[in-house]
């Protein structure tokens, strides 16, 4: 597989290579660092086990058993209060807990330690009276990678009052029972929040288990180096609360023997803003010249080729070597006969420029001109004509036009397997490599390197 890339490649910088030369070839920029993939792993947690703590706190039904006796403002009140079923309902961070309160009250006059019987009714013997009570949640994710939140009660709005003597009774007597109540509730919420979901054991877990070199082929491993873990913002609808932990790690491809890899801890928590780049592998197919010449020799070698105007050009073989500033050396000994006394037998020494094209997912080696190295003397400039130039170099330049994309396609599965594994007993990898894209050709002093990315996405399955 990687032998058909690395041919891909060679065979189109051959096409088109300049000649040997002494002169050493400098230092190279090294490739670019690998690139960080993100990987996903969805949570999700439900609210309904916070329902029947709230409803603990605000009885279903209360009424007086008597008439409570206020001294001060001389009134006896009685009520009677009914509550409706508890809603929970999460609307993107926040989380709404309401209930509707029906309620009926009797206000009588208190003098000299008697109740007098010229009383105010409201909700008694006629349609009870309601309120709406709530609190409001903020959810986010605490250090210990629990569910978090703060609540806080809303504003109690009786809209139409029961009023005796100029005495707001619903003030005097509901206000501070319903507030005590949607106080306990509020601290019920916030207590029993961090249970509905604590992920740091299964973040531990994933992260230890993807810094396992794994095998996707013979001598080739795929490594995922974990480099920061955090969670998205909790988003939720109904009774479900959704999240997702984002784990980053550098991906690539190393071939040879198992990479010796040091265990690294969880880091801290921190919030991520949820963009996701999904998973990229980047992986580098190396080539070495000897082997790239004789790729290139099987495929343009031996082979006679038909110029036009009767002339011919007979390519035996062909041979690369490292070039400088960024080019590669061709040696192609050829047999041209162009009629007439345009005749050669022997060597010629090009060079040019490899480079990935990607809009025609092929390696091109463009600038392709004939060595100019002085310390050269190349008898095919003297014994062919300039049109004799042209017409070799267009012959050669012709077959630097090579498709990669289906040969480095190659790696695929084997990089798609890597990702698609068991991480642990209850801990699963999916992932899926929707596209190999080839990135740069990058000249060394033993061979070619091609850059390739193997662009998915991933995401793991916690049961």
């Known amino acids: 597989m990687k032998r058909l890339v690395l041919t891909t490649l060679l065979i189109t910088a051959c096409a088109q290579a300049p000649e040997p030369r002494a002169t050493a070839l400098p230092a190279q920029a090294p490739p670019p660092p690998p690139e960080l993939s993100t990987i996903v792993i969805p949570v999700s947690a439900s609210l309904a086990p916070l329902l029947p703590e709230v409803e603990k706190q605000i009885p279903k039904t209360l ?3 008597s008439y409570q006796i206020d001294a001060a403002h001389h009134i006896a009140i009685k009520f009677q209060v009914a509550r ?11 989380l709404h807990v309401s209930a509707t309160i029906r309620y009926a ?12 019987n010229t009383c105010v009714s409201c909700g008694f013997n006629e349609p009870m009276r309601d309120v709406t009570i709530a609190v409001q949640s903020r959810l986010d994710w605490g250090e210990g990678w629990n569910l978090r939140s703060r609540t806080s009660i809303q504003p109690l709005d009786f809209g139409r009052r029961c009023t005796f003597l100029g005495i ?14 949607l106080t306990n509730a509020a601290k019920t919420i916030d207590a029993q929040t961090p249970k509905l979901a604590s992920l740091k054991s299964s973040a531990q877990q994933i992260w230890t288990s993807l810094q396992q070199p794994y095998p996707i082929a013979a001598n080739t491993w795929l490594v995922l180096d974990p480099a920061d873990v955090s969670l998205t913002p909790i988003r939720g609808s109904g009774l479900t609360i959704a999240s997702a932990i984002e784990l980053h790690a550098r991906t690539r491809v190393v071939v040879g023997n198992k990479p010796p890899t040091a265990q690294k801890p969880l880091p801290p928590l921190r919030i991520a803003n949820g963009t996701d780049r999904g998973i990229r592998v980047p992986f580098d197919v190396e080539l070495p010249y000897a082997e790239a ?32 500033n960024g080019k590669t050396n061709i040696e192609a000994s050829i047999d041209f006969r162009g009629g007439g006394l345009r005749h050669y037998n022997g060597l010629v020494y090009l060079e040019g420029v490899p480079a990935f094209d990607a809009a025609s997912g092929t390696v091109v080696v463009s600038d392709v001109d004939y060595s100019i190295d002085p310390k050269r003397h190349n008898p095919f400039l003297r014994v062919a004509n300039r049109m004799a130039h042209d017409d070799v170099r267009a012959q050669l330049r012709a077959g630097a ?3 990669v994309g289906d040969s480095i396609a190659t790696m695929k599965s084997e990089i798609e397997r890597g990702i698609t594994r068991k991480l642990a007993s ?18 060394r002093p033993e061979g070619f390197t091609i850059r ?6 991933a995401a793991v399955e916690v049961k």
């Open 63 to 65: 009424q007086s058993r």
């Open 84 to 94: 409706e079923p508890v809603g929970i309902n999460m609307i993107g961070a926040g």
């Open 105 to 116: 009250l009797e206000a009588c006059p208190y003098v000299s330690g008697a109740i007098r």
């Open 168 to 181: 707001d009774v619903t003030d005097l007597i509901l206000r501070p029972m319903l507030e005590e109540q």
């Open 293 to 324: 010449s004789r790729l290139i020799t099987e495929q343009f070698g031996k082979r006679t080729y038909s110029l036009g105007g009767g002339a011919t050009l007979a390519i035996d073989s062909i041979r690369l070597s490292a070039g400088t």
């Open 401 to 403: 036009h090579w498709p």
């Open 426 to 443: 209850n801990v699963m990898l999916r992932g899926h490599v929707e596209s190999i894209q080839p990135v740069s050709v990058t000249i």
């Open 452 to 457: 390739a990315v193997a662009v998915g996405n």
